[in-house]
Each structure stands twice: as structure tokens, then as C-alpha cells.
């Protein structure tokens, strides 16, 4: 029998181990955190509210009889029920004058012809040969980088930023600068140190194949640099982006006071050890599912595992420990049984890289390590990583700024979102400072949304999230292809948006529970922004409460952000900045990634021709807009 006391921790659970979470860290965190200053309790957006509530929002009556009773949440919100008009396209462009508008159609236009979308880096090569570097970028900024990209560094991109504030619409500040491919060479540098555990193990299939794939970032840097993940070239590089990024955080802070900055993980830490860690997060949580096996189908949360069945399997797989203890010491004498998230916290409290996580082979019937050891120089690497996210993230708690975390490729984001959550354990107490994002293209999205709001619900901090779409659809589709591994992405169209709506749907329940969570609905999806407003108005979700926010990248669907601005919801869009010559290999594959919504900007080109008309016609085609 194992006994709790006399029985050293079981070697499996050297797991006890596995990436111990730099203890250092976290107590200059919760230095951090009690320091932490309270955001003003008022907003850029209150101030905006009141005047900008006339334009195009209109109150309703109050709601429907017959609605559940666990939507009235707030009921002396439904007399002041609004929606918005998205149909308005004097309101949507009063920022604008008639040349942006002229503009818009033009890069429209040019962006819904698949030939130029397709060959947009070679004709673009072209035009810079043809009329010199300083010619083509005027021209640049005279077309797509004026208007999608707000400018060049953090100062010339204050007007636009003030601009859209004094119409209703706040800004999320993104530097957008990739690698130059000349760095190509040194990142082939890069040598795959970390490996995976024999075959055979946990999660064999699917993870290993993925993330196989994911390691040859060395060979396979186009598409890597394709959906603007940035290449690693050295520790000096990771600090330079933090600077970048800190710079930022300050200029969102500067600019306005409820303001939001963007980061990618992949530009803080070497990527080979974000797909050691997700490999590892993976099969972990494989493992809990192996175990309890005899729940297929249920969804991962009600998944529960004996604390004595977990000892007898153990065994039976040749481990020696008290497992069983292992958690009753966590969870107190009584408990029974474990659920996904206590599984999981077995990585949050035990960390040390470098030791091994055993984990059982199914084939040959024993234990085995999870991965291979990483070198002393990988673990202060991943240390290092952490530490970055760590300033930024107090940086952006003392700028009054909130951090949103973008997710990237699959075989990336798992790390990336359970850093993200480590963060938001530590400066998520009082409020939400950081954000994680959420991509419902993927299978898995319901299940990680559900699985992290439960997780901050246990651990008392505020669950923040961006919810998107995604935005690798088809760098995943291809890969999953070519390493005939299962593709991670909804199968069709509908399925992400009805993942979507699902996803939306439990955080906006969480929120009108409890107050606590915030989420940013980030899409371009009239439906889904009008699933949103719905939504808010059965719970009694006021716009005023800054709890739901909207967001649209810069120069696209206008019509969706400044009516929703205007009529006093917090939105926001995304504003990437950078020089041109480095910005435009970003936009360009934008292009691409966009192709779909390009094609369907029917709507936006029509609303903005109407405008224009009306302009032509009323006589104030010489509008300025005044603010
Ligand atoms: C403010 C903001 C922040 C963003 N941040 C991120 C981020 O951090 N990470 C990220 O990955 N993306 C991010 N995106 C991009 C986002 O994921 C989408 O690519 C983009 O917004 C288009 O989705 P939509 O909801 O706006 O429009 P829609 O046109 O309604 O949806 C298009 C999206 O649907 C999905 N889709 C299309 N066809 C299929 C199909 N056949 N099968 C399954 N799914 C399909 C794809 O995700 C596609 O991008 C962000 C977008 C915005 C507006």
C-alpha cells in the first residue's frame, strides 16, 4: 500500500516537476499585483456615450414577455434596450473625409481581384523596382498601407488614434513588423533540440504529427513568417520586441485611458520551446483522458477520475507512488476523485523543465518519458520567455492599459494560452489586465473557453478573453494535409460560426453571473455582432458596464465599428503601425487571409458609394469631419 507520508513523491509525478514556473517569478508578481493601481472609473467611452448616443443608437421598448427568467439578470435594463443600425452610412463614415472614402473603394475594389491578392508580393517587387523605394511608398500610403496600417511609429499615429476616439471607437495598438526574410539563414540555425518520447505514447497521432510538423520551422519558415508569427533569432532579438511592445503599452496609455495593446507570444521566446510546451500541455491532458477512458464523449470538464482507480492503474502500468495522496494533499483529505483541472494543475505547481514527465505507452505497456530533456540553455530560454510576458504584462497594468494576448498556429497556442492564463492568475485578481484569445475555427474551442472560465472561477480571477474566428485557416488545412495528421479546423464555414456563437454565448452567461469576466467579441461578422447585441440586451448587459467589447481591424467594416462607437459600445479597432517597407509583407498576406471577407465587402463598397453620392449631391463632397 502507499502511504502518504513515507512514500517519496512518485517518480511519474517527477512531473512534480515538469517546468517548475520559476517560483522567483511569481513572487515578483505578486509583488506586482499588490501594488497594482485601480483603472479610472471612467472611460474614454463614458465620455464619448453621451453625446454620441443620439446618432444612430435608438432605445427600444422594453423586452419580449415571454424571455427566461435566468436572462433578467438586470431588469431595469430592458427599458434602455439598444441596438444599432448598421445600414447608416453617413453615420458610419463621419469620420471620414470624401478622399478616405475614395481611397476605401479603391483598395476594396483592388483587393476583391484574386490575380493581384495572389501575386501581390511579386507585383509589388515589380512596382518597387519600377519607381524606386521612396516613390512606392508614397503610393503605398496613398492605397493599402493608408488604410489599413495608421502609420509609422507610435507618435504619427496619434491623430488617427485621437480621431477615432472623439467618433466612438478606441484603439488596440499592434506593432506589425515582421522579420526581414534576409534572417532566414539565421534562424535555419535553429536546430531542433527538443524531441519528442518514443512512439507509441500518449497522444501519438494527431499531437506528435502536429507537432512534428511544427519543428520545422527552419524549413518551413515561409509559411511561418506567411501568417506573421515572428522568427526567432536570438534572446537579444526577444528583448528588443519586448521593448517594442513596452513602447506600445505606453503609447496606448498615452493616447487614451481605457486603452488596449496587442502582443504575439512568438516574438517574446524562441518558438521551438512554445511546441515543446504545447506538445507536452497536450499529451498531458491525453493522458487524464486515456485514464479515464471509460467516459468518452463526455464533455472534458464532467470527465472525473478515482483517485483510486488512478492509483490501481498506475500501478498496473509499473509506477511506484502515492498518487492517490498526491491530490488528496491538494484538495484536502476528502477528496475522491479529479477532475481535468486539477489534472492540469499538476504542470502549474511542479515545475521544472528539467526533469521528465512520465506518461504511460500504451503499446509496450509501461511508462515512459513524456519528452527528452531540455538543455540548461532551453530551460532559461522558456524562462526567459515568461519573464518578458511578466514585464509586459506589469507594464501594462501600470499604464492602465489592457494586454491582449494573440493566438497563433496550433502547434504554438497551447503554450501561449497557458502562459497567458499563468499571467492572468497573477494580474487578473482586480481586474482584467490581461487578455487571452480564443479561436472558434478550432474543434478543441469550446472546450478550452469552458475548461479556462471554470479555471478562473476556482481560482477567483477575472476571466478575459478575445474571441475570433482564426486566422491560419488554411496554413492549418495544409499542414494537417501534408502530415496527414486530423485537421484541428471545423470542418466547414458554419460550423465555426455556430462554434462561435457557442463560445460567445457561455462567456456572455459568465459575465451577466457575475460581472467579473470581460470578453472582445473581434469579428467582422455583422450576424455575430448582432447575435452579440441580442445577446446582451436578454441578460441586461449595458454597453455603459465595459464588460463586452467589439473589435474590427483598421479599415474594414467601418460601418460595424462607428455605429456600434457611436451608439456608446466600447469597440475598438485593431491598429497596426510600423514602417512601410516592413509592414507590407504583413499586409499583403492580410490580403490574403482576408480574401473571403474582401470578396463579401459588397456591403461596405455600396454603403460607401452611397455616401459619396449623398456627399456629391448635398454639396459636402468637401467635408471635413470635426472632432
Ligand atoms: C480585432 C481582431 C483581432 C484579431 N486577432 C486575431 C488573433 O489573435 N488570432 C487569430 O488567429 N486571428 C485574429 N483575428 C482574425 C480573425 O481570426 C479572422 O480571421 C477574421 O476576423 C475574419 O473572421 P470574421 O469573424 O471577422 O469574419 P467571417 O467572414 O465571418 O469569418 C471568416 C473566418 O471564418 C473561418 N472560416 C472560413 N471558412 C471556413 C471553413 N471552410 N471552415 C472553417 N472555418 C472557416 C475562418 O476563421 C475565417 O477567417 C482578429 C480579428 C480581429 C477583427
Redesign the pocket.
Known sequence: MFCLKTVPAPKWVNAEILLKRLSYNRRLRSTVTSSSTTRPEKTDHDRNRSGAQRASARLQSPGKSGRAGRDRTNSSSAANEISVDFEQSQEAYRSKDSLELLRSLVVFKLCSYDFLVDKNEEIMNLGKKILGQKVFDQLMKMTFYGQFVAGEDHISIKPLIQKNQAFGVGS?LDYSVEEDISQKEETQKESSSVSTGGKGSIGEGYIEKNYEAGKQLGGSQREVIGTCTYIYADEAKCDQHMETFMKCIKASGGSSIDGFS?IKMTALGRPQLLLWFSEVLVKWQRFFTFLSSQQDGMEALDQRLELTQLQELMIKLGAKGDFHGWFTRKKGESAGCIDILDWNSLIDDRVNTSDLLLVPNVKLDKLEPLLKNLTIEDENQLKRTLERLDVLAKCALENGVRL?????QTYFQPAISKLTLDTQKIYNREKPVVFN?Y???LKEAYKNVTMDVELSRREGWCFAA?L??????YQEQERAKEFQYEDP?????E???TM?HRCLHYVLDEIALNRKANV?V????E??IKYTLKRMNELGLLPAENKVFF???LG??DQISFPLGQAGFPV???VPYGPVSEVMPYLSRRAQ??R??MK?AQKERELLWKELKRRLVSGELLYRPVY
Open positions: 488596440v496587442a491582449m494576448v494573440d493566438a497563433e484569445t479561436q472558434c475555427y478575445k475570433v474566428r482564426g486566422a491560419y485557416m479546423i471545423n470542418p466547414n464555414y460550423s465555426t460560426s462561435y472582445m473581434a469579428s467582422h461578422n450576424d455575430t473589435g474590427q481591424l474594414m467594416c475598438y479597432k485593431y487571409e482576408n473571403g471577407f463579401g
